[in-house]
C-alpha cells in the first residue's frame, strides 16, 4: 500500500472528529502530510477569534498522517504548539507536517500551520510512538 492508500483508507475514512472539524486531506507520502480547514463561527472563544484547540486538532491530526504514513501505527506522546498569530471565523487554513527524525520506535515531525494570506499562525512539534502493528486495509 501506498503512503496515502493507508492514510485515507486506514485512518481518514475512520476520523469522525477530523471529519466533523472539517479537515481535508490534501497530500499524504512517506512522513509528510498537508490538510486543510476553514474555520466557523462556532470555533471562536469568547474574543471573537478561534479557539486554541481549533488550531491545535488540526496540527494534531496533520501529524498523525504524516507519522502513520509510513505503514505502522503511530501515537502521540508529546506535543506543543506555539500560536504566533490571531485566527478568525472564515480564515483558510493549511497544516503541513515535516518528518524531522525517525528511529525505530520514536518519531519526530514539525507542523507549520498557515492562513490565506500564507502567514504562518502556528507552529507545532509532535513526538510519536511507533507500535510494531503494521496498517492493513
Request: charged content about 25%.
Amino acid at each position: 500500500m501506498s503512503p496515502k492508500e493507508i492514510v485515507e483508507k486506514g485512518m481518514y475514512e475512520r476520523d469522525a472528529f477530523s471529519k466533523w472539524l472539517g479537515i481535508e486531506l490534501l497530500e499524504v507520502r512517506e512522513g509528510y502530510a498537508k490538510v486543510s480547514m476553514t474555520v466557523r463561527p462556532e470555533m471562536t472563544n469568547g474574543f471573537q477569534i478561534a479557539h486554541g484547540g481549533i488550531t491545535y486538532s488540526l496540527a494534531d491530526s496533520c501529524l498523525a498522517f504524516a507519522s502513520n504514513s509510513h505503514g505502522r501505527h503511530a501515537v502521540s506522546i508529546e506535543t506543543s504548539i506555539s500560536h504566533t498569530k490571531a485566527v478568525l471565523p472564515g480564515d483558510f487554513l493549511m497544516a503541513e507536517s515535516k518528518l524531522e527524525n525517525l528511529s525505530g520506535k520514536l518519531g519526530i515531525y514539525t507542523v507549520k500551520v498557515t492562513n490565506q494570506k500564507n502567514e504562518m499562525v502556528a507552529l507545532f512539534k509532535g513526538t510519536v510512538y511507533r507500535k510494531d502493528s503494521e496498517w492493513k486495509i
